[in-house]
């Protein structure tokens, strides 16, 4: 009997945990939470409805609740008037009258909270609402208990709630009435203050720790000075706080936390539905038969499948993360991995948390945009081709359609023994029966064995920018710099990832659609992407391209400190420019040296989640894209002063998150070089007027082809892909910048790193004066000293001012030896080790 006892607890052990895994299999079912939050969501609105009548009937029906007949109460005329019911009736009389009081409303709040989570409409961190609504449903409901206990005899509402009134009571019977008042009080300060921790973190190390510390040791706050970015994620105190050493219960913090991440990550994106083609099934009869009307031998039988338009998507903004961290430790050796003391991961987007993305209602809708097929053109071209080539001999066993906005392909397949190079040197011949504009062979199309003629459409389509933007590959898309240019020829939207390109060389003729591509590619990076996270040079000699995007300045631009205006036009500011990029783009090196990552991906990643110490200089990096409008103009009058930092922007700043686009009207050897072809794999060519044209643009014939007006081929690879560009004009893009410069910004543009010229020498330090110094001369020697960095733009950034007074302050601290002289790019030599020896130099001054 024992041995039977022990063998049936263990299979009631063995099963237990079979048991559990299939009710935790079950509850992480999607559909079955869907339905779970839908019917939390759908008993909260009841239960508003029945909370909300009770106010109102709540008089009326007392009698009968208090009268507890239930077979009343389920009678059909039971006289209750509630909305909700007798239930509604009752369940708002107990929880308002006999519970909460009419801070029973928070209830409703979570209950509708968590029912969102479930259907996975928000992603809500439940604990925290659980929380709050928890400490707001006690705290009311003792307030409203003691500031109306004398309305419980009168009124048939108890506002506070049988729990309010008795809590209170018994409160004011150990601590008097003026001790609730100031308990309460203290109560819901401490809340105001949980929830605006952030802010009284940045006031206090802006007025009380600056006065204190300056009170105190005759200096300002220098060696904890920590970064505008990071101020959310630092100590009260405005320096680094040592955390001691983590117990084993905060090691094993982090497991409820994984969990809740786990909760809360999105399930995997589906793969994006491609915009079904519109095909054209052209199967001959036979090579030999004679062209006729009607179904008969030799006519080209049709099968037509349309696409229904995809419907636009409202753009939402991505959802910024919100995950728990454990408790970090301060490293102690160099070897081991930074850990900061804030539990929440650093989120960029907090700076304009109030930001929104453009909407797909600021761009034009086209009624004509759909491609749409004409029977007895496509009958018509079939004739012809067909006829054209047996004129030369040539027969083919089958033809097909692919009707685009613009062109059509035909794809076609010869009959055995024909030689390829003889349908390809047909091209205008086939180009003269079909009175096209010009048509472009593709022998063999790669993957298929056929051969392709594209012939431009007689009634060709827009394709709209809102189409292209609010399809769902766009809106669903993970790439990290995702461009949408267009429409390929079987009506597809064709997205790229300028993050992988990594540069792009535009050029084309004069008026084929050039700076409406431009405005595609920023127009995709602007409904995407926070001003956190992107940053835009502007190069534009024309001086008439991108003025309209001047009103984002303080959003998406980044320029020079002294520079006055947010779009480059003068030649002699874009070498400046460039140089600086370049410095930038060392300085970020170092950094992800010092992080010991190999891209920008995986540094802010790790910044993210404060791995990394701003102390030592580590910041939040954000993408910056250098959009150069007519590169031939530069080239013409800077020459290789403009060719050597573009070429070394090219080679290198793929990794740090530096991407450059630009474009010419030019497209000879002498403006696209050897060494710009070679550092821009990805190019786009739209209709050029020569052969060799697009030979220098695409190393191949074709654009010569195209039918201008966005017509345009993309190269990246092997082979060419033709797309029709999206038409995105003027007052769309004006409309989508006037919606984002309406918002809240940051102070100023994004500040680019100054730049020495290297060959200019040292400056003159013959008219910097000591006996004047600036004010700042003491706390800007401190600061150099203690960050180990001789740079303008960082006592510009500390001290908050203007680039020329730190140019100023620079040149004195040189002159007091304190400095060395510019070394280009490099940063100056800081002659101090310690802020010992510092002040005794200052003290003898």
Known sequence: ??????????????????????????????????????????????????????????????????????????????????YAGSRGAQ?????????????????????AAAGLKLMKVRHIRLWRWFICCSLLLVWFSVFFGFAFASLYEDSFIYLGGMHGYNVSRWLASQVGAPGVWLLLLVTAICFLIYFSARTVVWLRGVFALNFLKKKKDGQEKAEGEVP?????????????????????????????????????????????????SQEISLDLGGPSRPAAT??????????????????????????????????????????????????????????????????????????????????????????????????????ISSIKATVGPTVTLYEITPEQGVRISKIRGLEDDIALSLSALGIRIIAPIPGKGTIGIEVPNSNPKIVSGQSIIGSKKFQESTYELPIALGKTITNEVFMVDLAKMPHVLVAGATGQGKSVGLNAIITSLLYKKHPAELKFVLVDPKKVEFSIYSVIEHHFLAKLPDEAEPIITDVTKVVQTLNSICVEMDTRYDLLKAAHVRNIKEYNEKFINRRLNPEKGHKYMPYIVVVIDEFGDLIMTAGKDVELPIARIAQLARAVGIHMIIATQRPTTNIITGTIKANFPARIAFRVSAMVDSRTILDRPGANQLIGRGDMLFLQGADPVRVQCAFIDTPEVAEITKFIARQQGYPTAFYLPEYVDENAGGGDLGDVDLGRK???????ARLIVTHQQGSTSLIQRKFSIGYNRAGRLMDQLEKAGIVGPAQGSKPRDVYFTDIVSLEDFLSKM
């Open 1 to 82: 009997m024992k041995k039977e006892k022990d063998k049936s607890d263990k299979k009631d052990t063995a099963a237990s945990p079979s048991f559990f895994r299939k009710v935790a299999a079950t509850w992480h079912n999607e559909t079955l939470r869907f339905i779970v939050g839908l019917m939390l969501v759908i008993f909260s609105v009841y239960l508003l409805l029945a909370f909300s009548s009770f106010f109102f009937t709540g008089a009326a029906d007392q009698s009968i609740l208090d009268s507890g007949n239930g077979k009343d109460l389920m009678a059909v005329d039971n006289g209750v008037k509630n």
């Open 228 to 276: 505008e970015e990071f101020t959310t994620s630092w100590t009260a105190e405005g320096k680094k706080r040592p955390t001691p050493t983590p117990t084993p219960a905060v090691a094993e913090e982090p497991k409820p936390v994984v969990e809740e991440k786990a909760e809360e990550e999105p399930e995997p994106e589906e793969e994006p539905e491609a915009e079904p």
């Open 774 to 780: 600036d004010p700042l001369f003491d706390d800007a």
């Open 294 to 395: 009607g179904n008969r031998g030799g006519e080209v039988e049709m099968t037509v499948e349309a696409a229904e338009p995809e419907p636009a998507v409202p753009l939402e903004p991505a959802a910024a993360p919100h995950a728990d961290d454990p408790e970090f430790q301060v490293e102690t050796h160099e070897e081991e991995e930074y850990q900061g003391p804030e539990l929440e991961p650093y989120n960029p987007r907090l700076d304009l948390e109030n930001y929104h993305f453009p909407t797909l209602d600021l761009m034009k809708h086209y009624d004509n945009a759909e491609p749409t097929i004409d029977m007895d053109e496509q009958n018509a071209n079939k004739d012809k081709i067909v006829s054209t080539l047996r004129s030369f001999g040539i027969e």
């Open 91 to 111: 369940l708002s009389s107990y929880l308002i009258n006999d519970c909460f009081g009419i801070s029973s409303f928070f209830i409703l709040v979570f209950l």
